[in-house]
């Protein structure tokens, strides 16, 4: 059900062809699990391209108003995607009992760890790109290797504690929950700044 070298391999070749291709030829992949992934990489993705547009000098107030509320219909579509990998391995888990109630609680759950995941890969993208970069000052390719390295590093490492904590949950040794973000700024409900306003 889940690969941590599946999911850091989908990242990436997602990222590249979303920056080679038009988005229009793109498809969802065929298994579920791998197409919410998808889905939950493309929300991060277009998210780091928005908020690029908001720190543009030249960037009008009305497009910084218009971009503030695409950055956060994405960011809220990213955070329920990232609670939907969660369900979605947790009902695949419920048949066969797992997580085990006494099992050791994980602090992070995987659907926030293929999130971080998604946005290294984004990083590790945009920084090999600054390390080949033609018109870079003397210096910034080696920067950008150095910042590349550590990087890679930490996406390594990461990925390894989910290999680790999926094994561990299907070995009931480790367990893990679905932890809502319940985020208030998008809730007219909730947020004095839209219901005072309305």
């Known amino acids: 059900m889940l690969s941590a070298d599946a999911i850091t391999a989908l990242h990436d070749l997602l990222t590249a062809r979303w920056h080679q291709e038009a988005m229009e030829i793109w498809h969802l992949p065929k298994d579920p699990f791998p197409a919410l992934v998808a889905r939950q990489h493309l929300a991060n993705f277009e998210l780091w391209h928005t908020e690029d ?16 509320r695409r950055i956060d219909e994405t960011n809220q579509r990213r955070n329920d995607l990232a609670e ?8 695949f888990l419920a048949p066969h009992n ?20 998604s946005i ?14 033609p018109d870079a000052p003397p210096g910034h390719a080696e920067r950008n290797q150095t910042r590349l390295a550590i990087l890679e590093g930490q996406r390594d490492d990461l990925a390894a504690c989910l ?30 700044a839209v219901y005072t306003h309305g």
Request: charged letters at 30%.
């Open 163 to 192: 290999a680790r904590l999926w094994t561990e949950t299907l070995a009931g040794k480790r367990s893990f929950k679905l932890y809502r973000q319940l985020k208030m700024y998008n809730d007219p409900a909730l947020n004095p």
């Open 84 to 91: 939907q990998l969660d369900r979605t391995l947790l009902e």
């Open 120 to 133: 290294l890969a984004l990083k590790i993208f945009h920084t090999a790109e600054q390390v080949n970069r």
């Open 53 to 68: 547009e908001a720190r543009r000098p030249d960037a009008s107030d009305t497009q910084l108003a218009r971009v503030k």
């Open 98 to 117: 797992l997580p085990l109630p006494d099992a050791e609680l994980n602090s992070e759950s995987p659907g926030l760890i293929i999130d971080r995941l």
